[in-house]
């Protein structure tokens, strides 16, 4: 298999650039395993395909401003810093862009690089006055896809209803349509 396999033309029109107010009518696409046909419904409906002894998984992990725009301090280039897991002592494991120009010792106006680990992310120790959440809050993006061309007015319209646990460094989306009644 090759990923080229998965590759199709998605026309930019059709790509939502905003949550659905009423977020459990989105579209539903059902397909029937047994004939191959396909039917457009729309999410608020996907209890009328749900079977008694169904498990749904739900992820109640709240997504974190966990994107940050950092600036090397010897040259002032920009770099993005994703957060992604936090360890002691104010160290958090990092994806970082542009990767090369966050090389240990590397200081960013918001902290520095101390190692580079697994698949290249960057373990970075903030430093900061207050109270860390509060701090990212207030200077961190939501983590949008790239398809997503502008931040949300809203951050928690890119939480599920559910969501508890703050921690993610991106929705699990499939859980955006459902409403607290749903």
């Known amino acids: 298999m090759k990923t080229s396999d998965f590759y199709y033309d998605l026309p930019e029109e059709l790509i939502a650039q905003d949550p659905l107010e009423d977020r459990s009518s989105s579209r539903l696409l059902v397909l029937d395993k047994k004939t191959g046909k396909t039917e457009h419904h729309v999410f608020r409906e996907i209890t009328d395909y749900l079977n008694p002894g169904d498990c749904l998984v739900l992820n109640d992990t709240k997504v974190i401003p966990a994107r940050l725009i950092g600036v090397k301090e010897e040259t002032g280039a920009k770099i993005e ?102």
């Not at 398809?147 to 991106?170: E, F, M, P």
Request: glycine share 10%; no cysteine; charged share 25%.
């Open 81 to 182: 810093v994703l957060l992604l897991k936090r360890g002691a002592d104010d160290v958090w494991e990092t994806l970082v862009k542009p990767g090369k120009k966050a090389r240990p010792g590397a200081g960013l106006l918001v902290g520095e690089v101390m190692e580079v680990v697994e698949e290249g992310n960057r373990l970075i120790h903030f430093e900061y006055d207050g109270i860390f959440e509060e701090i990212l809050d207030q200077l961190g993006q939501m983590p949008l896809p790239p398809y997503i061309t502008h931040q949300l007015q809203d951050k928690d319209r890119y939480n599920t209803v559910y969501a508890a646990h703050s921690g993610s460094a991106a929705a699990p989306t499939a859980g955006l349509h459902f409403t607290p009644e749903l």
